[in-house]
């Protein structure tokens, strides 16, 4: 199979509401601004994988609406109704097998158009769980709370993670910057489903990423800082009730998978971008992946994460945006000393069910 | 009551939830919708690309993908490019309401417009209606038009 | 593409207006069990699942989480499509591109809805634009009557002609255990006489609604040989969008440009220079009777405006030159986010021989079309040959 590089990536401005914005108009930001890292049209390139959910949208086959702004007009377009990683994933497929050259991989979504509470419910077993009414903060409570029993992690710890992401989205210029916090602030906050309280779910937000990727010799022409997609991986775990929240096989699969294409062996990446919608997911998952979550080490989420403020969908492809920026050495003020491996996490479902790993790495 | 079902009896569980969105129109929309209810204006907009005059406007010409910043004026007559009469009941998705049966309902080329946009017709007997036959707008008096598409009432033959 | 990827398993449900008696994971497990079991495989030889589904029609959110240990995919990469009715050729293409790039070796693809189970033609209005198109629609009839009058006009196309594809589905339909309506006696004058809903369509030119699951294995050549001594190679896919509003097309079916963009890719890939002559039987997704002529023109099977000749004709019977949809095609059978993917199925049980009563003799290529969305169309070529 021949090598797939990110040769451009772009944001819009992730915020509360994007009331300014159609959801089509959010993604065109992105796109744009992808388009113009790429230094190419929207014509050069020559299929699309898009990452949306319907009901987010609020339209059945939501992603007719955005078949001029992927350029999809007589070519190849499909969506991937999960984590923008998994898009990029299919998007890797259809170059790394030779058929395709460019591909536009995009997410979005408006967690400010819907009603959150129907939305997440309608992913509840309809026969027995939907009737009890709870949501997606009722499940992640009950994972936290067997979680912080075990003793593996302390709501501590976890509150830690929410001030470093929240302090992360001042040199973040795609999101909303919020305010600080301290740990007793968080632990304070009033409760949503205990032992959670309002800051440890990330916030919610309307959003779009975007990511040019080529085959090697066209990345070749196009860009003298290619980043490679090293590997790429993902499993889907039991349904939630099915499976204790300590159980993270699917997350090892995942990463398993693409560290493995990669060639990595043991070898720690020195950037790790983690998606949860969960203070106490992220505390689990980028331990699990080998971050190093002690405020010295500082391996993780440098963009902020998810609770910096991305929303559903979007949040695995902003990871990858957020590892080519360190890769390529313009992240700025949030620049990590030469960065060149890079892990990107998303993550999908009630009670982090399907895990996604993109394995990048810097330079030709 | 009604009998109770024998214990090995398949069973359908009834759910309905009210699925409430409040859709951002965006810029373009949001532009054509005013211009719609205020001045019973319709406008397109024209691509730098290809030239073509796009109806609903939109930032982006599919056809060619280039940039559509020009807004011109269209309608509000036209001329049919496809139609039938509709003789099932259908639910209008915004009122709730059945609409009464039969009625026309075509794709309409509104003069100036390189597009077609569905909407319905005044007649509603099938052999009154013809494809290239012109149609002109009736719009809602001003003080019932809301912004949308609907206010439009449907289109006359000219 | 990279090394070739082929089917080598097919599974339906037996498909009908309401399957009361299965929940949605039970049923789609049924199809995935004949599947698997057809070929004596099992889950285990599983590497990845894609699924497809519109997950407003039944109002489940996530569908293929909540039933991932029912179909096998417990543990595995699995993969959630939606790209309305082409979905299940898009899941049958993305399994492709999965084996082809070298990432899984074998991929189960799967297709399914329950349409008696929500409010489908609620959902469906929800396709359109909640700014331009909602308050102006007329459901999905209002909308095939006015494409289906742009081919008329067009092309001179006759009632009697559409409805000799009416009568044709459901016929064939008879030689198709899973297939949902079967009608040996139907007639064209049953067809012509049956209720007008959006002129020209009547009652009995329209699709139905279905209750159903499709379930294909693919595999990487070297399995594919182990699972099959005939498998159907997956030569040739390609994918092609229209622009997003309805009214776009300037002639909708009459010249329906996503489709020869795919046709002409896939053709073109496979070295298919004439189609009626290289192709031995095709799967075609038709919506309405008048859609099946009008495709036969956009395919290239006959010259423009000649749709309606080729049925006269008899060309595409189940005896006849070029026969088209064989199985019965979505007049007869249509649960909507399996029927793409029943039509590659169905495509592939040609190549590998496996179509039983409704088995073309010597197929060696067959192709397989998804329509759906707002006029997008895709189009895969099975060979019983890899190259």
């Known amino acids: 199979m021949g090598r797939v590089a990110i040769v451009g990536v772009g944001q819009s401005v992730h915020a509360r509401d994007r009331h300014d914005v159609a959801y089509a108009e959010l993604l065109l930001e992105a796109i744009d601004e992808a388009l113009d890292d790429a230094g190419i049209g929207l014509s050069d390139v020559d299929n699309a994988v898009t990452a949306s959910l319907d009901f987010y949208d609020g339209r059945t086959i939501s992603n007719m609406a955005v078949a001029e702004v992927v350029g999809s007009y007589l070519k190849p377009e499909s969506r991937i109704c999960s984590d923008g990683i998994g898009a990029l994933l299919y998007g890797w497929a259809r170059i790394a097998d030779g058929d395709h050259r460019v591909g536009l991989v995009t997410a979005h979504c408006k967690e400010s158009e819907g009603n959150l509470a129907t939305i997440e419910g309608a992913a509840f077993d309809p026969f027995v769980q939907r009737r009890l009414g709870a949501d997606a903060d009722v ?58 309280g309002v800051f440890d779910r990330a916030p919610n937000r309307d959003g779009s990423c975007a990511v040019i990727i080529a085959a090697e010799e066209v990345a070749m022409d196009l860009s003298g800082n290619p980043v490679w997609i090293a590997g790429v991986g993902t499993a889907t775990g039991k349904y939630w009730t099915d499976r204790h929240p300590g159980d993270l096989s699917a997350l090892d699969r995942a990463r398993d998978g693409a560290v493995a294409m990669a060639g990595w062996g043991a070898d720690v ?57 360190q890769l390529r050495g313009d992240a700025g003020p949030r620049q990590h000393h030469d960065a060149q491996r890079a892990l990107a996490h998303g993550v999908a479902g009630l009670g982090a069910q399907s895990h996604f790993v993109a394995t990048l790495e810097a330079g030709v | 009551m009604s009998p109770t079902p024998p214990i090995d009896a398949v069973l ?24 719609l209810r205020t001045e019973a204006r319709l406008q397109g907009t024209r691509c730098d690309g290809c030239n073509k005059v796009l109806v609903p406007p ?63 017709l005044e007649e509603s007997r099938h052999d009154k209606i013809s494809i ?27 | ?94 399994a492709a591109h999965l084996v082809a790039s070298g990432l899984y070796d074998v991929v189960l693809g799967i297709g399914y809805e329950k349409q008696s189970e929500g409010e489908t033609q609620s959902a469906i209005t929800t396709v359109g634009d909640p700014a331009w198109e909602r308050s102006v629609m007329a459901g999905a009839i209002g909308n095939f009557g006015v494409m289906a009058s742009t081919y008329v006009a067009e092309s001179g196309v006759t009632a009697e002609q559409a409805a000799k594809v009416a009568v044709k589905a459901r016929r064939n339909a008879c030689f198709n255990p899973h297939a949902h309506l079967q009608r040996p006696d139907i007639t064209v004058e049953e067809v012509l006489a049956s209720r007008m809903l959006a002129a020209p369509l009547r009652l009995l030119d329209m699709c139905p ?21 005939r498998p159907a190679w997956v030569v040739a896919t390609e994918t092609a969008h229209d622009t997003q509003f309805m009214g776009d097309s300037p002639k909708r079916l009459a010249r329906m440009r996503s489709l020869i ?93 496996e179509a039983g009563d409704h088995q073309i003799p010597g197929v060696e290529t067959a192709l397989a079309t998804g329509y759906g969305g707002n006029a997008w169309s895709e189009a895969v070529i099975v060979k019983g040959s890899a190259s």
């Open chain 1, 139 to 196: 499940v992640a409570g009950l994972a936290a709370r067997q979680i912080y029993d075990s003793g593996a992690f302390a709501p501590t710890d976890a509150a830690a993670l929410v001030v470093a992401a929240r302090a992360a989205s001042a040199v973040n210029p795609k999101v909303t910057t919020l305010e600080s916090m301290t740990v007793a602030k968080v632990l304070d906050a009033p409760r949503s489903a205990t032992p959670l």
């Open chain 1, 269 to 325: 990446p020195d950037v790790f971008e983690v998606s949860a919608q969960y203070a106490h997911e992220l505390c689990q998952f980028a331990t699990r992946l080998g971050a190093d979550l002690t405020e010295a080490g500082g391996n993780l989420n440098p963009s902020g994460g998810r609770h910096a403020g991305n929303p559903v969908t979007v949040s695995g492809l902003s990871r990858v945006t957020e590892c080519v920026h």
């Open chain 2, 12 to 35: 359908r569980l009834e759910y309905a939830a009210d699925f409430e969105y409040s859709y951002a129109a965006g810029k373009f929309a949001s532009r054509f919708m005013n211009a």
């Open chain 2, 58 to 120: 939109r930032p982006v010409c599919g056809l060619c993908s280039g940039r559509t910043a020009e807004w011109v004026d269209v309608g509000p007559s036209g001329v049919i490019t496809g139609y039938t009469v509709v003789e099932v009941p259908f639910i209008d998705p915004m009122t709730g309401v059945e609409r009464p049966i039969p009625y026309g309902f075509a794709f309409v080329r509104l003069d100036g417009a390189d597009t077609n946009i569905y909407h319905f």
């Open chain 2, 132 to 158: 290239g036959m012109r149609i002109t707008a009736v719009f809602k008096p001003a003080p019932e038009r809301d912004g949308t598409l609907a206010d439009i009432i449907h289109f006359r033959t000219e």
């Open chain 3, 1 to 94: 593409m990279g090394r070739n990827a082929a089917i080598v398993a097919v599974g339906q449900t037996d498909h009908v207006s309401r399957r009361l008696d299965v929940s949605i994971p039970e049923m789609v497990r049924e199809a995935v069990d004949r599947c698997l079991g057809s070929k004596d495989l099992n889950s285990g030889q599983v590497d990845a699942v894609v699924v497809g589904n519109m997950e407003l029609f039944e109002g489940i959110n996530f569908p293929e989480l909540w039933m991932a240990s029912a179909i096998g995919a417990a543990g595995k990469p699995l993969f959630k499509l939606n790209n309305g009715g082409t979905v299940g050729a898009s899941v049958a293409v993305a």
């Open chain 3, 209 to 229: 609604s279905s209750d159903g699951a499709c379930a294909v294995v693919m595999a990487a050549p070297d399995r594919a040989r182990e699972m099959t001594p």
């Open chain 3, 261 to 353: 963009a795919a046709s002409d890719s896939v053709y073109s890939k496979a070295g298919i220079v004439h189609p009626r002559a290289e192709i031995d039987v095709a799967e075609i997704y038709e919506p309405a009777s008048y859609a099946e002529l009008a495709m036969y023109e956009s395919l290239r099977f006959c010259d423009w405006g000649e749709g309606g000749a080729l049925i006269d004709d008899g060309v595409t019977l189940m005896d006849g030159e070029l026969p088209v949809n064989p199985s019965g095609g979505v007049l007869s059978t249509n649960p909507v986010g399996a029927t793409a993917l029943i039509r590659v199925a169905e495509a592939a049980l040609q190549v590998m021989g």
